[in-house]
């Protein structure tokens, strides 16, 4: 079965969305006996502006060669500033060159890169992949503490037990917080970062906790919907706001009924929202509190302030291929989770805020997904 690969990097400036899963280098690829070949060019596109056509082999990512599609991404990776990629073809040699999307801050996220499920660093914009985690189990929904220093992460050992994990930002210090047989996952840090949000599934039901991010002591806050006993590990069910004052919760239980709803940390109550939020939003909170963004199967932002929704601007059928989506710090930009096209991994993604301008920043063959960005500089 020959592979078939997409990738997707562009400089800020590119035109996009040429025709739907195509990348704004504008080129799909597969394995050649020459290298990777290049199947499709999007009319319009950076690659066709370069001369690229359909038949031409890539030679080389920078001043290194490479066999395959698989080689080409590993080097796409661990360039520079700038993506140079050199084609051979009837017409000759030609050069692609497109920079790296000025944007700042860190990235850390999940992957199975290597195997298992590990948590992995980067800088925003897609440069220095570092691996953080390498154990037998599997480590996922990374989260970085407000000042940084900290990563909170749900660890699943043998026989799926989940675990809540607590590391410094460069895997040191790898500490097992919870140690409990019940399951804890998703963990969102207080804005504070003092203490630690998480969801757990105690007498079967999934309920919302808090703990001391140094020691486990978990306090419980609210009951969430049954609908999560099939999502806990894949989606991140609820997010707490940027005051530290609210959560939101789908599937917020409210007396006997469970309903999608502001959950009020201060009073202990909860809120009904205007905007229909089904139970498999993933909710994500901008860090001025003003807007959310969901997934639910339709991605959209909720202006919290007013109660409305937009939808992102997605080709067809884009939504289902997207597996999670935060907010930048500065809440100019979303990083996404997407896989390219149907049968290929996931992937990350920068776009600005209204889902246009994508950047690929990820060029793994396996799934790479549930990021969270810090230390973005503002005016960026």
Request: hydrophobic letters at 35%; a negative charge; aromatic letters at 8%.
């Amino acid at each position: 079965m020959r592979q078939i690969l997409t990738i997707l990097a562009c400089a800020c400036a590119c035109t996009l969305f040429a025709q739907p899963h195509s990348d704004v280098f504008g080129m799909t690829l597969e394995d050649g006996g020459a290298g990777p070949r290049v199947i499709a060019v999007a009319a319009g596109s950076v690659a066709e502006r370069a001369g690229i056509r359909i038949d031409d082999t890539v030679e080389t990512v920078g001043r290194t060669q490479v066999a395959n599609v698989a080689a080409m991404f590993d080097r796409l990776e661990k360039s520079g500033d700038e993506f140079v990629v050199t084609f051979s073809g009837p017409a000759g040699r030609k050069v692609l060159s497109v920079r790296r999307p000025n944007i700042t801050g860190h990235i850390v996220f999940q992957s199975n890169r290597a195997g298992n499920t590990d948590i992995y660093a980067m800088n925003a914009d897609g440069s220095g992949i570092t691996r953080l985690t390498d154990t037998s189990d599997n480590e996922a929904n990374p989260v970085r503490s407000p000042d940084g220093k900290k990563i909170a992460f749900t660890l699943a050992r043998e026989g799926l037990f989940l675990e809540l994990c607590t590391m410094d930002k460069n895997g040191a210090r790898y500490r097992d917080l919870s140690n409990t047989p019940s399951a804890e996952t998703l963990p969102r840090w207080a804005p504070d970062g003092k203490s630690i949000y998480f969801l757990a599934n105690q007498n079967q039901k999934w309920q919302v906790f808090r703990t001391p991010w140094n020691r486990f002591d978990p306090t419980p806050i609210v009951e969430t919907s049954p609908d999560q006993n099939n999502m806990a590990w894949t989606y991140p069910a609820f997010d707490v706001s940027p005051d530290g004052r609210r959560l939101v919760v789908p599937g917020l239980r409210d007396g006997n009924n469970f309903d999608d709803a502001i959950f009020d940390l201060t009073t202990g109550q909860p809120h009904d929202f205007a905007v229909y939020l089904p139970s498999k939003i993933r909710p994500s909170w901008s860090k001025d509190g003003k807007r959310m963004i969901a997934n639910a199967p339709t991605p959209f932002i909720v202006d919290t302030i007013s109660d409305t929704a937009t939808p992102l601007k997605l080709q067809p059928g884009e939504a289902e291929l997207i597996a999670s989506i935060t907010w930048s710090p500065s809440g100019s930009y979303l990083l996404v989770a997407m896989r390219p096209a149907r049968d290929e991994p996931t992937q990350l993604y920068v776009m600005s805020a209204d889902g246009s301008n994508r950047t690929r920043l990820t060029f793994s063959t396996s799934d790479d997904q549930f990021a969270d960005w810090t230390g973005e500089k503002k005016g960026r």
